[in-house]
C-alpha cells in the first residue's frame, strides 16, 4: 500500500513537472526571436536567372517577379518575418529557413557588393496574408512580385545614364516600398511586443504556478517524509506486532497441544471415572453386604472374645493349677535330685564292673573281686548297690537324659530357683552331658535348657507373659573367680570379682559380666565366647577346664501384667571340676594346690547338701567360692539336679565308688518344701 502511495504522488509530480515544462515550451515556441537586430533574409541566386525563393529579389521585370513569387512563396499557416537586406551580390549564399509552426523570423543578408544596397524586408504575418501585402506594397512600388529590381539584378535592370527620370522613379518606387515594409516591421514589432509581454506575462504567470506546485512538491515531499515515517513506525510497530503474534502462535500451538493432550487425558479419566463409578457402585454394594456381614462378625467377635476372656481365665488358672501339680510333683520327686550317667566304654563294649538291672532305671552295681582277707578261699566279688533318682546308661541318648531335666527348667520359667550341676571324676562325661557335642543329636543339657526356656518363654507370651534374662559365665578356679564373658584385652589385667549377697538374699558377682539377652542365639554366642575364654587360659600341661568349677547362670525374670503377677528365678547349670582324690593323682605343687581347692570346694558342697537336709542352722555356704555362688540355688525354694558321671574303666572303680557314695549321700538328704519367688499370694 506504501509503495501504491508512493507511486501515486510521485507520478502526480512527475504530471505537474511536465505541464510545467510543456507551459514553458509552449510559451517559448510562441516568443519570437528578438534578438536578431535584424530579420532573417532569404535570398537564393542563382546566375542571372533571378529565381529567389521567398522574399527574394530579382532583376527581371516586375510581372515576371511577381509570377515568381507567388510562385515561390507558398501561403504559410503562421506570420513569418523575413528580412533580407540587399547589400551583397546575388552570387552570395542565401540562407533559407523553413516555415515553422509556432511563428519564425528569417533574416536574410544580401551581399554586400554592389553599386545598388537595397534591404529587403519580407516579414510574414501569421495566417499568411502579409505575404500578399508586401508584395502588393512592392507592385505599388514599381517593382513587381514584391522584389526589388535592383536587388541582384542591378546589372540588369540599370538604367542607362542618362535616364534620371526613370532612377528617380526607381528610387521612389523603392522608397515606397521600403516605407511600407517599415510600417509593416513596425505593426508586427508591435505585435511581437504584445505577444512577448503576453509570453512574459504568462511566464510569470508560469513561474507563480510552478513555484506553486514547488511548494505544493515540497509539501508532497513533506507529506511524504511524514508518511514514509508513520510507514517506517507502522513497519516497526507491525514487525513487533509480526514477532509479538509469532509468539502468541507459538503460545497457542503449545496451549493447543497441552489443551489437546489435557483433552485426551480428560477423556481417558472420564473412561476411567466411568469404570470406577461402576466399580465403586459395585463396590458400596459389597461393601454395604460386608458391613453388615462385618457386624455379625463383630457381634461373634464379641461374644468369642468373651468366651476368650472365660477361656483365658481358665487357662490361666488351669496355668496356675499346673503349676502347683508341677511343683508338687517335683517335691514328690525330690528338691535335690541325682541322676547317674556312665560313660560309654573307650573302644565299645559293657563295663566288667558296672552293672545295670534291665529292669529298673534308677538302680546301679558296682561289682569288684576282691581278695579274701584270710587269704584261704578264692577272690570274694564285692558288690555295692546304688540307687538313685535315675540312671543312665552308655547308650542313652542325650535327648533321653535332658527329658528329665526339662521338667526342672519348666520350674525355673514357674519361678523356682533351678540348680543343675556334673559331679564325677576326669574324663567321666560331665562336659559331655552338660555342653555336649557339635552335632544336633549330641547337644547338652545347657543348649537344651536355654532352647526350652526360650521356647516356653515365647508360649507364656500368649497368656499375657513377658519374660526378660541375664546370662553370667564365670570360672572357679582355685577359689578365685574369673569372667567367662570378659571381652577385654588379653594383655591387660582382669579385674578382680568378689560375691556379694544382697539384704534380699540376691547373690551377685562384682565386676562380672550380666549380659542381657533375648533369644536362643544370644546365648549360644555367649556360651561360644565363654569357650573361647576358657581354652586360652589352659596349656597342654595343665588342663584347666578338668580342675575349675564353670557355673552359667540364667536370671529369668517374668511378668503377666493383664494377672498382675509376677516372677523371678535363677537356672544354675554347672560343670564341676574332676572329683578325683588328691593322694591317687599325687599332684604336687600346683596340681596339689588345685586338687585341694577343688576337693575342698566339692566336700564343701557335700557338707552344706547335708547341712540343708539336717536343716542345721547354719548352712556353710562361705566356706568355699563355688558354694557360695550357687547359694541361692541351693536349698531354700531350689531345686537341686545332680549328675554324677561314671568312667566305666576298671582303673575308675575306686573314683566311681567314692562318686557314687558321694551322690547317694546327696540323693539321701531332703531339702524341704521349694516356694516360687512370687509376689501375689493366689499363686
Ligand atoms: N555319654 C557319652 N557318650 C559318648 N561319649 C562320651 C560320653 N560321655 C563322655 N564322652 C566322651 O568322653 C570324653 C571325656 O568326656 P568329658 O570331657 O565330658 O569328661 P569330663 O568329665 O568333662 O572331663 P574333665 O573333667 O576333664 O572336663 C570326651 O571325649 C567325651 O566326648
Not at 517599415?182 to 510569470?204: I, M, N, P, V
Not at 472420564?270 to 462385618?294: D, H, M, N, T, Y
Not at 547338652?444 to 518363654?457: H, S
Not at 572303680?653 to 518344701?673: P, Q, Y
Request: net charge positive; glycine share 10%; charged share 25%.
Amino acid at each position: 500500500m506504501l509503495t501504491l502511495i508512493q507511486r501515486r504522488k510521485k507520478s502526480n509530480i512527475r504530471a505537474t513537472a511536465r505541464r510545467v515544462m510543456s507551459s514553458k515550451e509552449n510559451v517559448l515556441s510562441r516568443l519570437p526571436v528578438m534578438s536578431a537586430k535584424r530579420p532573417a533574409a532569404s535570398s537564393n541566386t542563382s546566375g542571372g536567372s533571378g529565381n529567389t525563393s521567398g522574399g527574394s529579389v530579382e532583376s527581371t521585370g516586375q510581372p515576371a517577379q511577381k509570377k515568381q513569387r507567388r510562385e515561390a512563396e507558398p501561403p504559410r499557416p503562421r506570420a513569418a518575418l523575413s528580412t533580407a537586406p540587399v547589400c551583397r551580390p546575388p552570387a552570395a549564399a542565401g540562407v533559407s529557413r523553413a516555415p515553422r509552426a509556432t511563428g519564425a523570423a528569417t533574416v536574410g543578408a544580401a551581399p554586400s557588393r554592389g553599386v545598388l544596397r537595397q534591404n529587403v524586408v519580407s516579414v510574414a504575418p501569421r495566417g499568411g496574408a502579409r505575404p500578399a501585402a508586401a508584395a502588393s506594397s512592392s507592385n505599388k512600388a514599381g517593382a513587381p512580385g514584391g522584389a526589388v529590381a535592383a536587388a541582384g539584378g542591378a546589372v540588369a535592370g540599370r538604367r542607362a545614364g542618362w535616364d534620371m527620370r526613370g532612377k528617380v522613379t526607381d528610387m521612389q518606387a523603392k522608397l515606397q516600398s521600403l516605407q511600407s515594409r517599415d510600417r509593416t516591421a513596425r505593426e508586427e514589432s508591435r505585435e511581437l511586443r504584445g505577444a512577448a509581454a503576453s509570453a512574459q506575462q504568462r511566464t510569470a504567470q508560469m513561474a507563480e504556478e510552478l513555484e506553486g506546485q514547488r511548494g505544493q512538491v515540497a509539501a508532497y515531499r513533506g507529506e511524504l517524509a511524514e508518511v514514509r515515517e508513520e510507514l517506517e513506525r507502522e513497519a516497526s510497530e507491525r514487525r513487533g506486532v509480526q514477532r509479538e503474534l509469532g509468539g502468541l502462535q507459538e503460545a497457542h500451538r503449545v496451549v493447543t497441544a497441552l489443551h489437546d493432550s489435557q483433552e485426551l487425558e480428560l477423556q481417558a479419566g472420564r473412561a476411567k471415572l466411568l469404570v470406577q463409578g461402576s466399580s465403586l457402585e459395585r463396590l458400596q454394594a459389597s461393601l454395604e453386604l460386608l458391613q453388615a456381614s462385618l457386624q455379625q462378625r463383630e457381634q461373634e467377635v464379641r461374644l468369642l472374645q468373651e468366651a476368650v476372656g472365660v477361656q483365658k481365665d481358665a487357662l490361666h488358672a488351669g496355668e496356675m493349677e499346673r503349676r502347683q501339680l508341677h511343683n508338687a510333683l517335683q517335691e514328690l520327686k525330690g528338691n535335690i535330685r541325682v541322676f547317674c550317667r556312665v560313660r560309654p566304654l573307650v573302644g565299645g563294649g559293657p563295663s566288667p564292673h558296672i552293672l545295670l538291672p534291665a529292669d529298673d532305671n534308677k538302680a546301679l552295681v558296682l561289682a569288684r573281686s576282691e581278695e579274701s582277707h584270710v587269704g584261704r578261699t578264692g577272690d570274694t566279688q564285692k558288690t555295692y548297690n546304688f540307687s538313685f533318682d535315675r540312671v543312665f546308661g552308655p547308650s542313652a541318648s542325650q535327648q533321653e537324659v535332658f527329658e528329665e531335666i526339662s521338667l526342672l527348667v519348666q520350674s525355673a520359667l514357674d519361678g523356682y530357683n533351678v540348680c543343675c550341676f556334673a559331679y564325677g571324676q576326669t574324663g567321666s562325661g560331665k562336659t559331655f552331658t552338660m555342653e555336649g557335642g557339635d552335632s544336633d543329636a549330641a547337644v547338652g543339657v545347657i543348649p537344651r535348657a536355654v532352647q526350652q526356656v526360650f521356647l516356653t518363654a515365647h508360649t507364656l507370651g500368649a497368656q499375657g507373659w513377658e519374660f526378660s534374662f541375664t546370662a553370667s559365665f564365670v570360672e572357679v578356679y582355685n577359689e578365685s573367680l574369673r569372667d567367662l564373658l570378659y571381652a577385654g584385652k588379653g594383655g591387660g589385667k582382669r579385674p578382680e570379682h568378689e560375691i556379694r549377697k544382697s539384704a534380699a538374699g540376691d547373690i551377685s558377682v562384682t565386676n562380672l559380666t550380666y549380659q542381657k539377652v533375648a533369644t536362643e542365639g544370644q546365648v549360644q554366642n555367649l556360651i561360644a565366647v565363654a569357650n573361647q575364654n576358657r581354652s586360652t587360659a589352659q596349656t597342654t600341661l595343665n588342663d584347666r577346664s578338668s580342675r575349675s568349677h564353670s557355673v552359667f547362670q540364667l536370671d529369668i525374670q517374668g511378668e503377666n501384667a493383664g494377672r498382675d503377677v509376677r516372677c523371678k528365678s535363677t537356672l544354675c547349670l554347672v560343670d564341676l571340676a574332676g572329683s578325683e582324690r588328691v593322694l591317687k593323682s599325687q599332684a604336687q605343687g600346683e596340681r596339689f594346690k588345685e586338687m585341694t581347692a577343688i576337693n575342698g570346694s566339692l566336700s564343701n558342697l557335700g557338707l552344706v547338701i547335708t547341712a540343708l537336709a539336717n536343716k542345721e542352722s547354719h548352712i556353710p555356704y562361705r566356706n568355699s567360692k563355688l558354694t557360695y555362688l550357687l547359694q541361692s540355688c541351693l536349698g531354700g525354694n531350689s531345686k537341686t539336679l545332680m549328675f554324677v558321671n561314671i568312667a566305666p574303666e576298671p582303673d575308675s572303680f575306686g573314683e566311681s565308688l567314692n562318686s557314687l557314695r558321694f551322690a547317694s549321700k546327696v540323693n539321701d538328704c531332703f531339702v524341704g518344701t521349694a516356694s516360687a519367688n512370687k509376689n501375689k499370694s493366689s499363686f
